[in-house]
């Protein structure tokens, strides 16, 4: 039985549009070259990932010449706000609340980290 699709991106459609969002429009081949060392990918395994990331409606791409040109059609903050709903569905019952209260438990904030915070809060309210 077929991996049902994920709406959200994995590490390796992730490192890919890293990539993309750098130095879009690319090719397979250059995102390929683009890749941090010790993450490189073989070039079928580059062009299945953006076939994909196609298919989830992240990237788009456009024939020229003989290759295939591909561009982002999602900015890097709204992946990263699809990313924290779905954390916040999947692990903290869609509750902000208990997000922010797991990293403050869990997470070493300085000084001016928590100034940041306490500013942040007091402008949302």
Request: charged share 35%; hydrophobic share 40%.
């Amino acid at each position: 039985m077929a991996r049902p699709k994920s709406a959200t991106l994995t590490d390796a459609e992730l490192r890919l549009m890293e990539v993309l969002w750098e130095r879009a429009p690319s090719t397979a081949g250059e995102v390929a070259e683009s890749l941090p060392k010790g993450m490189t990918l073989a070039y079928s395994s580059v062009l299945t990932t953006l076939r994909i990331l196609e298919q989830k409606g992240y990237v788009r791409h456009e024939k020229r010449g003989r290759a295939f040109v591909y561009a982002p059609l999602i900015e890097r903050r709204d992946a990263q706000r699809s990313a924290v709903r779905h954390l916040l569905n999947r692990f903290f019952e869609n509750s902000p609340e208990l997000l922010v209260l797991n990293v403050l438990e869990d997470e070493r904030l300085n000084a001016e980290e928590l100034r940041k915070l306490r500013r942040m809060i007091e402008e949302a309210e």
